[in-house]
């Protein structure tokens, strides 16, 4: 079966850190991929995908991924944390095969920044 | 603009109970997707429908469990003869359509929280 996997379950950094969560999925072929936030007490947010072209993707505030086929790697970055991204966050995979909105999600990195 | 909206945010039933819950999409979006987050697990997709028709329903469990996207109103979930193990935060989604998945976003509603007593 496909798979996504998030390789930190907790990952707790200080404000102006750098930002690195690993996510791997199983699948070789063609893929969306997709990175959610959670806030506490909030809905699932896109916070950026790919689809095709440039590997490297821009997302809101400041998040970027970068899409290595050779490594079935999508892994989220962002230069310097704030408080307020504090959160949990969704790495998620379209389904190979499957139908829109069948996405497989790997089950989440909660980040804690510290003041 | 209202976002997905689901109901109720926190469901209680007894063992062997029926649990429905709601989702309105957001304006506009025509497809609505259920998904179902256990505890410590990720959100597992369980079904995807348009207005009147189910697309996809290869998450769902085979028994107990029916959704529906009626012409009019919200779609509903509804978990029959609830046992423990349903107990899990139940999330719904909506996307605006398109026969392939061209880059639409889905959207994700707050989710609604089931627990079985």
């Known amino acids: 079966a496909q798979s996504v996997s998030q390789h930190n379950h907790h990952v707790i950094l200080s404000e102006a850190a750098s930002l690195e969560l690993g996510c791997n999925y199983s699948?070789?072929?063609?893929?969306?991929l997709f990175w959610y936030v959670q806030y506490p007490g909030q809905h699932l947010q896109l916070l950026l995908k790919?689809?095709?072209?440039?590997?490297l993707v821009k997302g809101i505030k400041g998040f970027e991924a970068e899409f290595i086929k050779s490594k079935f790697s999508f892994n989220l970055r962002k230069p310097s944390v704030q408080w307020s991204d504090t959160a949990e966050y969704f790495c998620?995979?379209?389904?190979?095969?499957?139908?829109?909105?069948?996405?497989?999600f790997g089950k989440g990195t909660k980040l804690s920044v510290k003041p | 603009n209202a976002g997905v909206m689901q109901n109720p945010r926190h469901l209680v039933r007894r063992r062997g109970q029926e649990a429905r819950l709601r989702c309105s999409p957001m304006?506009?979006?025509?497809?609505v997707y259920w998904y179902r987050q256990l505890p410590e697990e990720g959100l597992k997709f369980m079904v995807y429908?348009?207005?009147?028709?189910?697309?996809?329903e290869s998450g769902m469990p085979k028994e107990r469990f029916s959704a529906e996207f009626p012409k009019e109103g919200p779609s509903i979930l509804r978990i029959q003869q609830v046992v423990r193990g349903d107990s899990a935060a139940y999330f719904c989604?909506?996307?605006?359509?398109?026969?392939?998945?061209?880059?639409?976003?889905?959207?994700f509603g707050e989710g609604s929280w089931l627990t079985v007593v």
């Open positions: 989604a909506s996307s605006p359509g398109g026969r392939r998945f061209s880059g639409n976003t889905i959207y």
């Open positions: 699948y070789g072929g063609t893929v969306n």
């Open positions: 790919y689809f095709s072209g440039d590997p």
């Open positions: 998620a995979v379209n389904a190979p095969g499957g139908s829109q909105g069948n996405l497989i």
């Open positions: 304006k506009g979006h025509s497809h």
């Open positions: 429908l348009q207005k009147e028709n189910i697309i996809d």
